[in-house]
């Protein structure tokens, strides 16, 4: 060796090589410098030893007929995550499940400084991929990856169909893998196992339009069909927000009954009992009661009935009547109460007591009129009737506490069907999706 | 040891050490591998052109790690049926020297352990569990390696080789070991990967067009 010029200035800066292909005489282009290892011939499909100053050719395949091209295409830049990366490679690999072939895009991105990163798409669904650095830690049918739980969605085998441009590692068409994926939306872990090696990679979900606008793509992302694996859901981040809303209002509700139960006066202004002989006088007479009186604002009048009733039954016609402007207000309660046993053991019907409330009336004098009616063969009979003024109605916090349930129902509802889809298409499925397969 | 500073005993050229323990270099005018004996530079080997490289680190260029600064000195480069990789001999500020390697653009660091006990390259597989300095690693790769090639300043004379078989484990943590069966005995680095734009590398390579 002579002692030649010495290297002071640094190797001449690499560039993008043009060769030829041995095979075919079609144009080659190394994007990825010294990085490639393998390059494939976009005209014959021979894919080359990108190592070898010739371009051994290392294997031939056939491509089918409408084989698709990269939706992005080889030499495309694109700016992932804030650093810039160029497309040098495609592939296509497939699944089969249950006989049924899935097939999915992979893209090489390449930038001299950083690691490989890969992009995934089925379907519209697309992927970012980088390989991890962290091992991640296989729990049962689950995975624990820096402290977060993926849980296992599918195992299957993987077959590369068809290769284009360049890769970083020896790829050949016909090579297996066993893939297993674990999710966590919007993230999904996958172990990629070879004969000597696994290989753990770690994805995020990405919109077709995101990619669309980080590669500057001309016209518009394909529509994703379907729920992928690790696709957010729309709905899950409301479901929490929403029972928590739920819990909130609930609480508001119980606080504002208590309030009104507390501001409510709840005066009793009129109590009295009456005897009924059924037999007595033909034809129920009806008859008027003394009159009380109703104070402070207009608010409701709850009237209770209570009869001695035993396995028969009180009707009474009411009008609570305003003495001084003559209105009236109709009202008729039943009170019946039946109790038996039979082969069930003891049963019971009806209640001895009855409740009504009228709701805004003014203040003002008032009296009752009252007609009672019972089964004429029906012994003597007390009853009593109690008038309250301004009491509380659970009833109405009922209504406005099941208009706040049913939104929360809906959305969890939603968010559930989600991820039913999502599961369906794992190793997985929701029990009955499976079952009315078979 | 020699003075830092000596001539190529095969052509002549002004050799300097940039460490001082350093045992090995490559003359950066003739490619003579030369060892440091007690008195001179004696030359073992000739380095063959190195295949094209990719990689975005060369000799001289420097980072940071852990607050310490560095400099790359000298790299061992391998090959294997996948592709090939760098193990750059770098020295911190303080005096230490470590290893950082660059398996397409995948950057690690680690450092040389007297660590003993160390199983054998039979005993080695895929799934195995370690504990070194209280830290459980998993062995994912073993890598029957292509010794392809030195360059620069290296702790140990390197340069007889053929075939090494080196296995890589990888923690929960991040964390990084290889068992390297360059020698007889098995050596053990243990270190961690780091990012890229982490080391703050300057005097990298240029690519054109990037």
Partial sequence: MSTGAPPLSNPPKPQVKALNCPQCGAAIVLRSLGNAETVVCASCHSILDAKDPNLQILQKFNVITGEVPPMIPLGTRGKIRGTDYEVIGFQRRSITVEGIRYDWHEYVLFNPYKPTRYLTEYQGHWNDISVCKELPTVQFAAVNYLGEIYKHFQTAEANTNYVLGEFPWQVRVGEHATVTDYVKPPRVLSSEKMANEVTWSIGEYMYGADIWKAFNLPGQAPEAVGVYENQPSPVSENVKGIWSAFLAFAILLLVLLAGFDLASSKTTVFDSSYRLNAGEPKGEASFVTDVFNLDGRTSNVQVTTSANVDNSWIYLNYALIDQDSGQAWDFGREVSYYHGYDSDGSWTEGSRKDEVVIPSVPAGHYYLRIEPEVDPRHPPLVYTVQVRRDVTVPGLFGVAFLALLIPAIAITWRSMSFERARWAESDHPPIHIGSSEE | ?210
């Fill in chain 2, 1 to 210: 040891m020699t003075q830092p500073v000596s001539n190529c005993p095969n052509c002549g050229a002004k050799i300097v050490f940039k460490w001082s323990s350093s045992v090995q270099t490559v003359c950066p005018y003739c490619k003579s591998i030369l060892v440091r004996t007690d008195v001179d530079l004696k030359k073992v080997g000739q380095v063959a052109d190195l295949p094209p490289d990719s990689s975005p680190i060369q000799l001289n260029t420097e980072g940071i790690y852990r607050n310490k600064a560095f400099v790359v000195i000298g790299r061992i480069l391998y090959e294997y049926d996948q592709g090939g990789w760098n193990e750059w001999h770098i020295t911190m500020n303080d005096g230490t020297s470590a290893w950082l390697s660059d398996a397409q653009n995948e950057y690690a660091i680690s450092f040389a352990t007297n660590t003993t006990g160390l199983p054998a390259a039979k005993q080695i597989q895929v799934g195995q569990q370690y504990n070194w300095n209280k830290q459980s690693y998993t062995l994912t790769v073993i890598t029957p390696a292509h010794y392809r090639g030195v360059e620069g300043e290296l702790p140990f004379q390197y340069w007889d080789k053929t075939d090494v078989t080196f296995a890589d484990l990888r923690s929960e943590t991040g964390k990084f070991a290889t068992l390297d069966y360059s020698d007889e005995d098995p050596a053990l680095y243990l270190g961690e990967f780091v990012e890229f734009d982490d080391l703050k590398l300057k005097n990298l390579r240029s690519f054109e067009g990037w």
